[in-house]
């Protein structure tokens, strides 16, 4: 699932592509999109961002809401519309572009988050379209109903100044840490609760636990507060650099094996999907499991995991699905298991 680096992305890119211009928001060819014409060639007037929520902020008090969820994804493009393909959902157009722009001809630009490490710029003053597809939500909100949708939310470390600071705004992050002192869950499933921090997924959640050496299954309430201010600290800058090298590089020069810069393939994470590997720090190997609905990856030695805790790890070597299958209670569970190793 994109997290808040590559929503804040979007934001700035359609924001300089699109902003103060007339767009055609055009619905896909299954027609999932059944509000499309609320704002179709109307004015937009910015593009918020705030976790993994995009608003296109037009005139009249409505805003397109966009929820990428996991499998949703931009194609952007140049001169005119190709013909609709795969699971369209959305189509938003400058207004009268349909001439083909100075570059790149109605060619499509999608270059995945894995592979840009921000050296191949398509700039988004050339960008004439873009496709939708994937969504979890694309809708139009009125006023009130955005204005609920970030009530609801916890602060966002990338928000912008109008609505950041520590002075009691939505994105003060004293609202989070109050929230996080106050629970007993474990710090590794609050980081992943938007309602308490906004923007962070799965990939930051495993990577902010390691910088800062906290043991992920610590709970909430026995954090301590100077812990928690430098998560937030760092938390920024990593999601700032996440917006143009998309690779979300967390590791430090000084950590990676071959001390280069930018970050040579591999060396981006210290954790994160690194499992059964040795730590790029103490030379044990990373471990994982399942928080949650979502796979959890950290370091016993680096993070001070108790046995029992890093007992609870999936066996190395083991799929990631029989390992699943071996957690659940029951003999029904082990005996699909061992059918998974069968194969």
């Known amino acids: 699932m994109p997290e808040g680096n590559e929503i804040h992305r979007w934001a700035a890119r359609h924001t300089a592509a699109f902003a103060g211009r007339k767009l055609n928001v055009l619905p896909g060819p299954n027609h999932r999109f059944a509000d499309a014409h609320r704002v179709d060639g109307k004015k937009l007037k910015r593009v918020h961002a705030v976790g993994k929520h995009l608003g296109y902020e037009f005139g009249d008090d409505l805003y397109l809401h966009i929820h990428l969820g996991r499998f949703g994804d931009f194609t952007e493009g140049c001169g005119p519309l190709p013909e609709p393909k ?25 270059l995945t988050c894995a592979k840009d490490d921000g050296t191949q710029p398509f700039p988004p003053e050339e960008v004439d379209w873009c496709e939708l597809r994937g969504p979890t939500d694309c809708s139009v909100y009125d006023g009130a109903k955005w204005a609920a949708l970030l009530d609801r939310l916890g602060p966002d470390p990338l928000a912008d100044t109008a609505r950041s600071g520590e002075n009691g705004g939505h994105d003060d992050p004293a609202r989070a840490f109050a929230a996080i002192l106050r629970s007993k869950k474990p710090i590794a499933e609050l980081l992943m609760d938007q309602a308490i921090v906004s923007g962070i997924g799965n990939i930051y959640r495993a990577e902010l636990l390691f910088r800062h050496r906290v043991n992920p299954f610590t709970p909430g309430s026995a954090m301590e507060l100077k812990t928690l201010r430098a998560m937030w600290k760092d938390s920024g800058p990593l999601l700032a650099a996440g917006m143009v090298d998309r690779r979300i590089v967390c590791t430090k020069r000084v950590d990676r094996p071959t001390k280069s810069e930018p970050a040579a393939r591999g060396e981006e994470h210290y954790v994160y999907r690194r499992h059964g590997k040795p730590c790029l720090i103490c030379g044990e190997k990373v471990l994982r499991r399942d928080l949650v609905g979502r796979t959890l990856y950290w370091c016993a030695r680096d993070q001070g995991t108790s046995e029992a805790e890093t007992a609870t790890a999936f066996a190395e070597g083991m799929s990631l699905r029989a390992s699943r299958e071996i957690a659940k209670p029951g003999g029904k569970a082990r005996k699909r298991a061992g059918a998974l190793l069968a194969e």
């Open 86 to 110: 795969g699971a369209l959902r959305a189509i938003l157009q400058r207004a009268g572009t349909e001439k083909a722009s100075r570059s790149q001809k109605g060619q499509p630009h999608n």
